[in-house]
């Protein structure tokens, strides 16, 4: 594909504004193939202020080709080439315009560099060149100048290409100019962000192990977060120390919708089973807010379970492969359990002398907290040190919380369990 990057500087922005100068750039295969350059004579007085502007004289203008001299240079470099600018509608009028009034309608396809941008870098204040040229690092000289203008437009072009055609994951991370201040205070441990809008009001809320990192990834520019960096203009934290408190934090928050569950039920014959039935604020094995991702989990818990080994007999199951049977229910049922009745979870606290804590007794959780005694002394009494009591809308999720991150936790050994008492 051969593209032709323009600019067009014109005598104002009014529907009867006439070309003054008019820059080229052939664009090919990777490489720059051609340059055009020229002053115009508009044929018409020019404003005061678009001399200042543009740092052209009139005398030169007066001295420059009119467009029935340059045009047909014009349109041999157009000539099945796609035609590129910002704001391509303000060059583009312009163009077509003069070739029009000289009896020799042109076409050709266009590309806008602003509508570009405006699709791939979602939560700009402004998309004009200038600004998008800092958000690339672009530098640019002599602006509002038609060839040093058209040389910036081209390396938004290419710049723009690239973030259309690379893959996410190896992306170089973008930031919004106005979020990344908004970072600059963040920490490296685990608490609850804030993202917060023009009003002030928090609209979106997440946990997080760290909350810089955590930031850096959500305020990453991609097209599909564009809701959100729009929205989002001051950023507040609250440091936990750990993630789980974290999650616990904006439970409160934004509580779980809960919606189904998944529960445990016994037959005549004493077989055990699972249940998917609507919450009714009863404790079940495991909750979801959405009915396709319970279902997922029942037909995932039942290929566990054993399977039948004959198309039709006579009579039931034996005692024996109910018992076999139960067994297996009973071992995924201790999976949506605490790992012990009694638990002890401590790690960071939200600063360097401090400790934070989760309490588990007889298989209920009984609440979390700081405390700037180490666990060996905590442990001899472990409520002592808990704050925040009992929540049974949390228990679902501090196991879930658990069991989907345990190992990771002994890894990084963040957390640790106290055996204590049963365990």
């Known amino acids: 594909m051969r593209y032709v990057i323009a600019d067009i500087e014109a005598t104002g922005l009014g529907p009867d504004r006439q070309m003054i100068e008019l820059a080229l750039i052939t664009f090919e295969n990777g490489r720059i193939t051609d340059v055009f350059e020229t002053l115009i004579n508009p044929l018409t007085g020019i404003p005061k202020e678009t001399l200042l502007l543009t740092e052209i004289s009139a005398r030169q203008l007066e001295n420059a080709p009119k467009f029935y001299d340059i045009a047909d240079r014009v349109a041999m470099r157009l000539d099945g080439a796609v035609f590129v600018s910002h704001n391509v509608a303000?060059?583009?009028?312009?163009?077509?315009?003069?070739?029009?009034?000289?009896?020799?309608?042109?076409?050709?396809?266009?590309?806008?560099?602003?509508?570009?941008?405006?699709?791939?870098?979602?939560?700009?204040?402004?998309?004009?060149?200038?600004e998008l040229c800092r958000f690339f690092n672009i530098k640019t000289i002599n602006r509002h100048r038609a060839l040093p203008d058209a040389q910036a437009a081209l390396k938004l072009f290419q710049e723009l290409k690239e973030l259309a055609s690379t893959p996410r994951a190896h992306q170089i991370p973008r930031y919004l100019p106005h979020h990344k201040p908004l970072m600059k205070n963040l920490p490296r441990h685990a608490g609850v962000l804030y993202l917060k809008d023009a009003n002030g009001t928090a609209f979106h809320i997440e946990a997080m192990e760290d909350l810089l990192a955590g930031a850096e990834r959500i305020l990453q520019v991609r097209p599909e977060a564009r809701e959100l960096l729009e929205r989002t203009e001051s950023l507040q934290f609250d440091v936990t120390g750990s993630e789980l408190i974290a999650l616990f934090k904006r439970a409160r928050f934004a509580p779980m919708n809960w919606q189904w569950i998944i529960t445990l039920d016994v037959d005549k014959t004493g077989e055990?089973?699972?249940?998917?039935?609507?919450?009714?604020?009863?404790?079940?094995?495991?909750?979801?807010?959405?009915?396709?991702?319970?279902?997922?989990h029942l037909r995932a818990l039942k290929k566990k379970l054993p399977q039948e080994k004959f198309a039709w007999r006579e009579g039931g199951k034996t005692k024996q492969e109910i018992l076999e049977y139960n067994r297996v229910v009973d071992e995924l049922v201790r999976e949506a359990q605490f790992p012990c009745e009694n638990l002890l979870l401590w790690g960071p606290g939200r600063e360097n002398d401090e400790w934070s804590y989760v309490l588990?007794?007889?298989?209920?959780l009984m609440g979390w907290g700081h405390d700037k005694r180490p666990p060996e002394v905590v442990m001899e009494n472990p409520e002592s040190a808990i704050q925040k009591r009992q929540d049974k809308a949390l228990e679902a999720l501090a196991i879930r919380y658990l069991r989907e991150h345990r190992e990771r936790r002994f890894k990084k050994e963040q957390w640790r369990e106290l055996k204590d008492l049963s365990c």
């Open 360 to 364: 588990v007794r007889q298989g209920q």
């Open 272 to 296: 055990k089973f699972f249940l998917l039935k609507p919450y009714d604020r009863k404790s079940g094995l495991w909750y979801f807010a959405e009915r396709d991702e319970a279902e997922r």
């Open 90 to 130: 303000f060059d583009w009028e312009m163009l077509e315009k003069s070739f029009t009034q000289m009896g020799k309608p042109l076409k050709c396809k266009t590309l806008c560099t602003l509508k570009l941008a405006q699709e791939l870098i979602p939560g700009l204040k402004s998309y004009n060149l200038d």
